[in-house]
C-alpha cells in the first residue's frame, strides 16, 4: 500500500514537472498574443513595456526560479493568474470544470452500463453477439470529434430542438429547476452521445472478453450442476465475477474520455475545460495551460489509484491471488 | 430392488475427435462403483454425461435412465428439479471450482434453499460441515481462503446436502491427507449403508476404489476395457491395462516396486481395432483391425472383459510334474502357470529343487510324469529354444553358461547367426542395441573382448543379452542374481524388471531371496520338493517359513566337551 503512495506521489512529481517545462518549450510568448486578434503580431508594445509585464508575472527570472517559485506558491493554494483571462487560474477552471465533469460522468457512466448490458445480450444470443461485436470494432475506430461533427449535420441542423453549441441557452432565464436542467441537459446531449459511442465499445470489449472467460470456469458449470436458474448463474457468477475487470477500465478510461472530452467540447463549443485549454495553448498562457494540466493529471492519476485501490481491497477480503 | 440407475450404450463423440463408449452398466440403490483409468480415459466425460453438463459440441447418444425416468433428453426446467436432489454431481477439487466472490455459507444456502424452508438453512449447513469434519465458521469465508483439502470435504458436503439417490464424486479424495481421505471413505460408506444412497467414484486412485466401492470399471480411452467386483478385479485382473494399472499403483502394491505401463508413440494407433493396440503385449495382427466388444468371462459371471484374446493368456502351464533321482523323488506334484506379461517368482530353500524344477520347464531336463504346455500346447522345447518368441533361460553361472573363449559379439550374436534370419548388417544394429539395452558398452573395443575378460555382472548381463536376441516369450532365470554384490545385483535386478516391463515378456525368477521375489514378482510360488507347490497370497506371512533356528540339540552333544561352559 505504502509502495503503491509512494509511486503515486512519484508520477504525480514528473508529470509537474513536464507540466510546467512544456508550455514554455512552445515557441513565442504570451504578451506577443496577449494584444493581438487571433495570434497575428503587432508592433504596438514597446521592449520597456514587455520588461514590465515580465517582471509582473515572474517571466524575467531564470526558468529554474520560476520553476521553485511556482512549486512555492502551489503549495501555498496559489496556482497564479491567468494572463489571458486576467482572472485567478482557480477561478476559471472552477468555472469551467463542472462542464466537463458533466460530460465525462454521464459519458463513462453510460457507457459502462451500455457497455455490459449489450455484453450481456450477446452472452444470451449468439447471432446478436456477432452483430453487436462487429459494429462496435467499427465505431470504436472512428475518432469522437468525427462522429462529433457528423451529429452535428445529421441532427442538431435537422432537429429544431436540439441545440447546435453551448451549453445553456444564454440570457434566458429558467422558471424552475427542472426546467434548466432540461436546458443544460439538452446541450450537453450531441457531445455525450459522440462521447458514448466511442467510450461504449471499451466497455462492451472488455467485459464481453471477462464474461466469456469466467464462462469457461469451472465453477460456472459446478453451478448449472447444482440446479441454479440460468439467471441466477448470470448474475450471481458471470456478472459478479466478471465485472472487475470492466470497473478497473472505467477508471482507467478517464484518460482516454478526458481526452476525448477535450476535443469534443471543442466541437460543440461547449464551455468546459477543452475550450480554456485551447485558448490557453493559443495565447501561451504558461499558468492556465498549467493548472489544466494539473487538474487533469489528478484526475486521472487518482482514478488509476481507485481502480488499483478497489483491486487490491477484493482480493484481500476474498482470498483470491490472481 | 428397483434398478436406481440404467445406462445402455452411452456414447459422447466429440467434434475434436475423442469418442467415448458405447457404455453400459446398472446401479443398483446403495451400490458404490469406482470409474478408474489414467488421465484422460474418459472419466469425467462420462460423468458429466450423465447428468448433462457437457458442452454443446459433445454429441451424446445412448440412454441413462433414473428409476425408470429417462434423463438424457430432459429440458433445463426438468434437471433443475432432478440436480441436487435427486442425483448430485461434485467437481473434482480444483481453485476454479467454486465462485470466488461468494461466501461458502452462500453457496451451499443456493442448494439447500431450492428444498429446505429458509429458517433451517443456517441450522443444516452447519450440520453439513460437521459431517465432513469442518468448522462452521469456515462458512463465513470465501473459497480463497481455504485449503485444498477443506475445499475438497466442502464439495462433498454441497453434494450430499439435498440427500440424493445417487452421489458422483469425481476424484474425491485427490487432496486429502492419508486421515481425512480415510474419514471421507468411512463418511461415504456411512451415507451408503444406512441411507440406500449411490456412490459412484471417478478416481485414478486403485486403493480409494477398492476401499469405497463394490465395483470396479476400467477405462481406456473412452473404452470400457473391464469391469466387475472391485475385490476380484484387484486380485486377479484379467485385462493387461488392469493389470499395468495395478502394477503402477502403491496403495495397493504396498512393497512391491512401481512399474508404470510403457508410454508408447500414438503414432500408428489403428482407428478401427483395440484401444489398447500400441501398449498391448499380447496382442496378435487382428487386434489392430478388430475391437473387443465387452463380453461376460467364462467362469465368472459378474466379471466383464474387452479383449480379443480374452484377458491375459497363460503363457506356460505345468501340470503334475514330478522328479525322481534314482528312488529318491526330488519334486512331486507340481501344478504352477505363467501367465503372458507376468513375473512369477519360484522361492524355496535349497534342496528343494527349484534349479531342478526351473530345467524341466525350460527344457533342459525331462521329467518322468506331468505335461508341460506352452500356449496351450505341449511344449516343443527344441522349436521355443530356436525360434524367436519362444523360450529362453539365463543361468545362475555365467562362467559355465557362457562359452569363455568367445568374443563378446559372437556369444551375443550366436543365437541369430544359428537362424540365419540376420544380414550381417542388421546383426549388428541388433547387438548393438541389445547392448545398449543391457546396459553395457557398444562400442567395438567392447565387443571384441573376450567373455572371459569380464567382470560376474558383466557376464550376466551378457547372458541376458544373449537370451533377449530371440525375443523370448518367457524367460526363465535361474538365481540371475546369486553371484553378485548387492549393489551389482540391485542393478541388475531393475535392468531385468525395466526390460521386462518395456519388452513385455514374462519371466519365471527363480531364487531363494523371498525379499528380492516380493519385489519385483507378481505372484509368487513356494516350492516345498516332493511335498508339491502352493501359491503364495500374502508373502509377508511365509517370511516365518524362511526364518531359521538353532537347534540346540544338535550341536550340544559335540561341542559340550571341548568349549568351556560359559560362567554363569
Known sequence: ?322 | METLINVNALSVQYKEGFTLGPISFAMQPGECLSIVGESGCGKSTLAKAMVNLLDHNARVSGEVSLQGQSLLNLSPQKWEAIRMKRIALAFQNSSEVLNPLLSLGEQIKEILKKVFPKNSVKKRSEQLMEMVGLNPEVLTQFPGQLSGGMLQRYLIACSIALTPQLVILDEPTSSLDMHTKNEIIALIKDISRNYGVSFITITHDLGLARDISEKVMVLYKGTLLESGNTDEVLESPRHPYTRGLINASMDIQPYRDIWGIQHVCECDQPEMGCPFFRRCHQKLNSCREHKPALMIEKNDSSRRIACNRGGIVTLLEGYDLCKKYGSKAVLGNIDLQVSSGEIVSLVGQSGMGKTTLSHILGGFLACDQGTILFENEVADFKALHQQKKGLQMVFQDPETALNQNMSVYNCIAEPLTLQKSETPETLWLKVEQILTDVGLPSSLGFMNQKVKTLSGGQKQRVSIARALTMEPKLLIADEPTSMLDASSKANLIRLLKGLQNKHGFSMLFVTHDIACAMKISERIYLIKGDEGIQEVKDPTKILDYFKGEAKPSSHASYFQDTYHQPAV
Open chain 1, 1 to 322: 500500500m505504502l509502495k503503491k503512495i509512494i509511486l503515486f506521489i512519484c508520477t504525480f512529481m514528473v508529470i509537474y514537472t513536464f507540466n510546467f517545462f512544456i508550455p514554455r518549450l512552445m515557441p513565442g510568448d504570451p504578451f506577443s498574443y496577449t494584444s493581438s486578434v487571433s495570434g497575428e503580431d503587432i508592433d504596438g508594445i514597446s521592449e520597456a513595456d514587455l520588461e514590465t509585464m515580465k517582471a509582473y508575472y515572474g517571466l524575467d527570472r531564470p526558468i529554474g526560479a520560476q520553476f521553485i517559485n511556482t512549486i512555492s506558491s502551489n503549495l501555498n493554494g496559489d496556482f497564479g493568474q491567468s494572463i489571458h483571462y486576467k482572472k485567478s487560474v482557480i477561478e476559471v477552471i472552477g468555472e469551467r470544470l463542472p462542464w466537463t465533469l458533466v460530460i465525462m460522468i454521464s459519458t463513462l457512466v453510460s457507457s459502462l452500463l451500455l457497455g455490459v448490458s449489450l455484453a450481456l445480450v450477446g452472452l444470451r444470443r449468439k447471432k446478436m453477439d456477432g452483430l453487436i461485436y462487429t459494429t462496435a470494432t467499427l465505431l470504436s475506430e472512428i475518432p469522437a470529434f468525427l462522429i462529433g461533427i457528423l451529429l452535428l449535420f445529421l441532427v442538431a441542423a435537422q432537429v429544431k430542438f436540439i441545440p447546435l453549441s453551448g451549453n445553456v441557452t444564454p440570457f434566458k432565464s429558467f422558471a424552475s429547476w427542472p426546467a434548466y436542467w432540461f436546458d443544460v441537459f439538452i446541450h450537453a446531449l450531441l457531445p455525450i452521445t459522440a462521447m458514448v459511442i466511442i467510450t461504449t465499445p471499451i466497455f462492451y470489449f472488455t467485459a464481453r472478453g471477462s464474461f466469456l472467460n469466467v464462462l469457461k470456469k469451472t465453477y460456472v458449470l459446478n453451478a448449472k450442476g447444482k440446479g441454479l436458474s440460468e439467471k441466477q448463474i448470470r448474475y450471481k457468477y458471470i456478472v459478479l465475477n466478471g465485472i472487475f475487470p470492466v470497473i478497473t477500465r472505467f477508471f482507467l478510461s478517464v484518460g482516454a474520455c478526458l481526452g476525448g472530452t477535450i476535443l469534443i467540447e471543442n466541437v460543440f463549443a461547449y464551455p468546459g475545460l477543452g475550450k480554456i485549454l485551447q485558448e490557453g495553448v493559443m495565447y501561451r498562457d504558461y499558468v492556465l495551460i498549467q493548472g489544466v494540466f494539473l487538474i487533469s493529471s489528478l484526475m486521472v492519476l487518482t482514478a488509476s489509484f481507485i481502480a488499483d485501490l478497489i483491486n487490491e481491497g477484493l482480493k484481500k477480503t476474498r482470498g483470491i491471488n490472481q
